[in-house]
């Protein structure tokens, strides 16, 4: 999970910076009257929580050209590292920063916490228009607004060319020639696996469980629905269990060392994720630099689908008294090329602007050296369509991924199903939240 | 433990030589001697007692501070429950549970689960290293020894690397493709998957050994240094050899080291936590975030929001650990009185 969210942020501060270049939609200096934004004369201060690449120097860039605010910016770890640990801490105990970043699966925990503020009022109609409409939604929260999405992170499937050029695999559009391709890859080379099952990280699985339609967490009246033994989880859950079985997937923990090895010596030539993915890979195996590519996520029946995997958000937490401040600042970084430049020049972001004007900005300053020049961003803008809308989190998913992580980690060793896992998540989430009060069913 | 006991010992020495002195001088008047003695005895009473007063304020001033408060607190958290209402986007509030958060702890199976591993790391990490310890620290005691200062600074040395550190180190050197201890064991036929399930607990009492082996060491080798050698002189001269000195007269000379070596061990297991934590989040997908009691109760705090059950889990763990301390001192007493 956290691994997920380091990769989403660095997607996002890709993004940004490409979107600098353009001028747009600027940082609002003009309405710096309003209360609780400061003055030229009398700046307010706001503090600002984030793990994302390229943080500092958006903060930086935010600094230079506005005089009526100063943000304060604190690097954190990322979210499952012990970033949310820190931001719900400081929640708790009233010396919380202003604006923190959150990732969409997240969200729904820390507002039923109590963490944030509804910033309905100020995520007005012309302010949702210029978000793909999956982000808005998955911020909007029991008919409220809680977050300032930043990116999209649209699935993907990044391979290595050469290798699948040499055995002549095709690229797989469909899961069942995903699976022929990994086969003939095995056949090809016994050590080579063209993709991960990784047990550490609940949210591929999840995206992959969104992507063919599953519906976990439905809200109706004020009960949950949880569905998570519905035919498409089976789908997918069968699907993996049949490729970790039979050894067709490298099983290894989402980013670690093990894996990284494993990318470096061409044991594992493909990877399924997500935009911001395509910064990390970058970062981590420089270099093997053209020879990456990436093609739209394998399906079920061959049409676009996607779901999402990680992708972060502004929220303003519950104590802070700046809050329009804070909104400014976060609404800069989302909505401006300039926000959007700062981010991704710093560093090897290729996030995917939540904020569909931005996305050329963000593509212009994103160098696709690395996938030989291939043009990612357009690729990454018909996923990003393709996103299923049904999907929701539900409001403990630190109590769901914690239990689904845990489980999904004897998978390999096969001592766990990977439906085991999934009931077992389930059972936790329907006590957790019969112990909050709240009504469930499923 | 042990500085404690010294001071108590050392205690009344000083009284007893002012009342030996005092005795000295008044030879001549016993009986005005006698109650002169007595008020300046009553005199230095009323100074020890401001002394120790002050001395000790500190001590209880932070005692309360950082213990008592803190314990207090988790008590009081580990009383209530956040509840929520509608579909729960609306904030918590916290409501009196009474003991629904040690229901809920002890109800859950990853928190019982938890308490097995530690059973399990218990019966193979104590042993052998309070067996490892006393023999490291009974090679270095014995005549036989060389480069006795060496070896005390050598096995030590892994105690001053701090826990973290240490944990991320053997991670490196457990992972599968990157250790050149993984490779070496590959290329001889061994192949050892130190993340698997089977391999977890023997990686976690590894870490664990290296890390305190030295330092329990250490204790027990002070000990042995201060037994009187005139003792083990009159051993010799009766004609035992090293292996008889070493359990006949060394090994219940330093029953007292060796009972405080085992509580520390058994305690320190119980609130075993840094090096599977890393494993967890370093590569070992089959170390889970409730392996022990100690991470559920880190889990349920920082992973699930639910500081009541955290607390509670912690207070269990807590009992557990003063139950188990109070079995072993219990059990090592009772040897101690037969002997």
Known sequence: ?442 | MRPGTTAADTGPHPDTAAARTAAAHTEGAPVTAARKASRTRRARGRATGAAAGVLLTPFFVLFTAVTVVPIGYALWLSLFTEKQSGLGFGGATSVFSGLDNYTAALGDRAFREGFWVLAGYCVVYIPLMVAGALALALLLDSTLARARRFFQLALFLPHAVPGIIAALVWVYLYTPGLSPVVKAMNSGGIGFDFFSSGGTLPSVVNIALWEWLGYNMVIFYAALQAIDRSVLEAATMDGAGEWRTAFGIKLPLIRASLVMVSLFTVIGSLQLFTEPLILNQGGSSTVTSTWTPNMYAYTAAFSRNDYGLAAASAVLLALAAALLSFVVTRLTNRKGAKA
């Open chain 1, 1 to 442: 999970m956290s691994r997920s969210w380091t990769r989403s942020a660095s997607a996002l501060v890709g993004t940004a910076t490409a979107l600098a270049v353009l001028t747009a939609c600027g940082g609002g200096d003009s309405k710096s009257d309003g209360a609780g934004k400061g003055t030229a004369d009398k700046p307010v201060t706001i503090t600002f929580w984030a793990w994302q690449k390229g943080s500092k120097d958006v903060v930086d860039a935010f600094n230079a050209s506005h005089k009526n605010i100063r943000v304060k910016f604190e690097e954190i770890p990322s979210g499952n590292a012990g970033g949310y640990a820190k931001i719900s801490n400081a929640v708790k105990a009233g010396n919380a920063p202003d604006l923190v970043t959150v990732e969409y699966p997240m969200l729904p925990e820390f507002v039923s916490q109590g963490s944030f503020q509804d910033i309905s009022k100020y995520v007005t109609d012309d302010v949702k228009k210029q978000f793909l409409p999956q982000s808005i939604q998955q911020t909007t929260l029991g008919g409220k607004n809680w977050a300032i999405p930043f990116d999209a992170a649209p699935q993907a499937y990044f391979y290595r060319k050469d290798f699948f050029e040499k055995n002549r695999i095709e690229v797989p559009k469909t899961w069942d020639e995903f699976k022929a391709a990994a086969q003939k890859a095995k056949a090809a080379d016994p050590k080579a696996r063209i993709g991960t099952f990784f047990p550490d990280d609940p949210t591929t699985f999840e995206a992959m469980a969104w992507q063919a339609g599953a519906q976990w967490f439905k809200a109706d009246g004020d009960t949950w629905k949880l569905n998570t033994a519905d035919a498409a989880t089976h789908k997918v859950a069968d699907y993996w269990q049949g490729l970790i079985d039979d050894k067709l997937v490298q099983n290894a923990v989402s980013f670690s060392p093990e894996w990284t090895a494993s990318l470096k010596d061409g044991s594992t030539v493909g990877y399924l994720g997500a935009s911001w993915g395509a910064g990390v890979l970058k970062g981590t195996v420089p270099d093997q630099s053209g020879k990456w590519a990436v093609a739209p996520v394998p399906t079920w029946d061959g049409k676009p689908a996607s779901g999402m995997l990680g992708g972060s958000t502004w929220a303003v937490t519950k104590g802070s008294t700046k809050t329009e401040a804070a909104l400014e600042f976060a609404q800069w970084m989302s909505t401006t090329p300039e926000g959007i430049d700062a981010r991704i020049k710093s560093g090897t972001s290729s996030a995917f602007p939540a904020d569909v004007a931005l996305r050329p900005t963000a593509k212009k300053a994103f160098d696709t050296s690395f996938y030989a020049g291939q043009d990612i961003y357009r690729l990454f803008d018909s996923a990003g369509s393709s996103i299923n809308a049904n999907w929701g989190w539900g409001p403990s998913m630190g109590t769901t991924n914690t239990t689904l992580k845990d489980q999904l980690g004897k998978v390999a060793g096969g001592s766990v199903k990977i439906t085991d896992a999934i009931g077992a998540a389930h059972d936790a989430t329907v006590t957790e939240l019969k112990k909050r009060g709240l009504k469930v069913e499923g």
